[in-house]
Nanobody, 127 residues
Framework: QVQLVESGGGLVQAGGSLRLSCAAS????????ISWFRQAPGKEREFVAA????????YYSDSVKGRFAISRDNAKNTVNLQMNTLNPEDTAVYYC????????????????????WGQGTQVTVSS
């Protein structure tokens, strides 16, 4: 059973940066496609970014493209999300998720393929 733990959230001013990390126990993250989702108060959980395990392809939602970057650190068994130029609309609880199967890009934007989820880390961006 893989357990995912997110860290790195906090309070930041608009225009600032944060780096989130997703660490795993009970499994090796390089065996999984890892994605980040977020959920703002009163809203549905939405896809943010993905790193596909088979070929390292990365995917981003339009709202974060060019500002966020997902990367793996296999030596530390972590997947990171570098978030730059943050704005108040980025305020949410951020979750990492792991999928064992092989899926096309669009499928990764949904919650369907993911086998494991973390508990989330709060990111708050003040204006």
């Amino acid at each position: 059973q893989v357990q995912l733990v997110e860290s790195g959230g906090g309070l930041v001013q608009a225009g600032g940066s944060l780096r989130l990390s997703c660490a795993a126990s009970g499994g090796t993250l390089s065996w999984y496609t890892i994605s980040w989702f977020r959920q703002a108060p009163g809203k549905e959980r939405e896809f943010v970014a993905a790193n596909r395990r088979t070929d390292g392809s990365t995917y981003y939602s339009d709202s974060v493209k060019g500002r966020f970057a997902i990367s793996r650190d296999n030596a530390k068994n972590t997947v990171n999300l570098q978030m730059n130029t943050l704005n108040p609309e980025d305020t949410a609880v951020y979750y990492c998720a792991a999928a064992r199967g092989i899926y096309s890009g669009p499928v990764l934007y949904t919650r369907t393929p993911y086998d494991y989820w973390g508990q989330g880390t709060q990111v708050t961006v003040s204006s």
